[in-house]
């Protein structure tokens, strides 16, 4: 249940990257939204050429949970690494020539691995930075650390939130879910 109105997210277009969504997909749907698929496994370039060719991308939804895995050091880099490819792919292809984006990044939950908190910390920064350097284009960008005990429906009632036009006051934080 959502305390969203219907039709909130009306002509947006949010594209998901990191793998297979967590109930995200649906509630952005179900508010209105047009939700698109990026493949996992695309470059830099091809990730731009897809969002170039997608009408009207507004936001880029980046979950790492799906591609983390065990959680160890190739993990980290892999999620890392994909987290920027699609977050570039689809800035440098949509947000940017359209003058205003999102980018809402989500850290795997801390039992993910070894290397979950290095995550956490990683998109954070990431976020922060791409706050300071994308700006002048439009665009923001904040990361999500969910908590162990953090539902899948908080988690996809937070991103609907923040890529709402009531997300556009928040840029370069970090939104804690629960200290456990």
Known sequence: MTVFRQGLLAGRVVALAGGPPTGVGDALAHLGARVLELDPGLDEDAA???ATRED???ALVYD???GFGNGGQAALRESLERAWVAARGVATGALIPAGAGKVVLIAPRPGAGPF???AGAAFENLA???SVEWARFGLTAVAIAPGALTSD???AELVCFLVSPAGDYFDGCLFELGAL
């Open 48 to 50: 731009r050429e897809w």
């Open 56 to 58: 009207g991308v507004s």
């Open 64 to 66: 790492a949970a799906p």
């Open 116 to 118: 979950a908190a290095a």
């Open 128 to 130: 922060r930075t791409l």
């Open 153 to 155: 429906a908080e988690l």
